[in-house]
């Protein structure tokens, strides 16, 4: 459990578990450090993946299925325990989506509500393109020019030349991953019954979030915040997302 799961502030009376899950290449803290945001009423956890942090000398996982498999496995009585919510960004929406969906037709479980940030929904056309990025062909050098395009890493950490290709290393590993991931929507069948709330960067290229309408019979939200991909690492951003969070969840009637 403390291998995969990353939760520095512990509230075992908490009526909800709130569970993120970070975008390619990136580890736990910032989203784990959002437990200090929230009211005692919920408990904040993040996922950390293999090949990062604690986990480092672990292999990294071959395709989403593994990662949906471990998670659920180490999650799975805690989640049968009391309700909980998803967050992901980016990578970590389409982890948390496939991690729901699993829940749902194995198990029967279910988010009392889905967040999802930065991401197109996995029924869209325009999530495909992202399916055919050669990674092979992809130079290192050009891979921290989009990381760098996107921010959200301190150019600090890309002085030290370990950090860096740590860095290149993990986040071809996570789009190699993505790669693995598919989902086609079944006509008439509506995966889900929760909220979905899509958070976007006002500033970072457009994604397709209509198509998350499709995806389950309960509400569907959109909101645009100021920033560019990591706008969520703003304060102002984090502060809007946890209040916004909360009430969410404290309005789903716990």
Not at 47 to 61: H, W
Request: glycine residues 6%.
């Amino acid at each position: 459990m403390e291998k995969l799961v990353v939760c520095p502030y512990k509230r075992p009376n908490a009526l909800c578990r709130l569970i993120c899950f970070p975008w390619a290449g990136g580890g736990t803290s910032q989203l784990a450090a959002w437990g200090k945001l929230f009211s005692s009423s919920i408990e904040v956890s993040s996922v950390r993946l293999p090949g990062r942090e604690s986990r480092l000398k672990e292999p990294f996982a071959k395709d989403m299925t593994t990662i949906v498999n471990e998670i659920t496995s180490v999650l799975l009585k805690e989640l049968q325990e009391k309700p909980f919510a998803f967050f992901g960004h980016s990578f970590g929406s389409y982890i948390s989506f496939a991690v729901a969906l699993h829940l749902k037709e194995k198990y029967g479980l279910e988010p009392i509500h889905l967040f999802v940030s930065g991401a197109h929904a996995p029924n869209s056309e325009a999530f495909l393109p992202i399916k055919n990025i050669s990674l092979c062909d992809a130079e290192d050098e050009d891979i921290i020019t989009h990381i760098q395009l996107l921010g959200g890493t301190p150019s600090e950490f890309l002085q030290y030349e370990d950090i860096k290709k740590h860095l290149i290393h993990t986040f071809r590993e996570d789009i190699r991953v993505l790669q693995t991931f598919s989902f086609e929507k079944a006509e008439r069948n509506i995966p889900f019954s929760c909220d979905i709330t899509c958070f976007n960067g006002s500033e970072d290229k457009p994604h397709d979030l209509e198509a998350w309408h499709d995806l389950t019979s309960g509400d569907t939200s959109f909101y645009d915040l100021p920033g560019g991909h990591f706008y969520l690492l703003e304060p102002s951003n984090a502060i809007f997302l946890t209040k916004h969070i909360t009430r969410c969840i404290e309005n789903a009637g716990l």
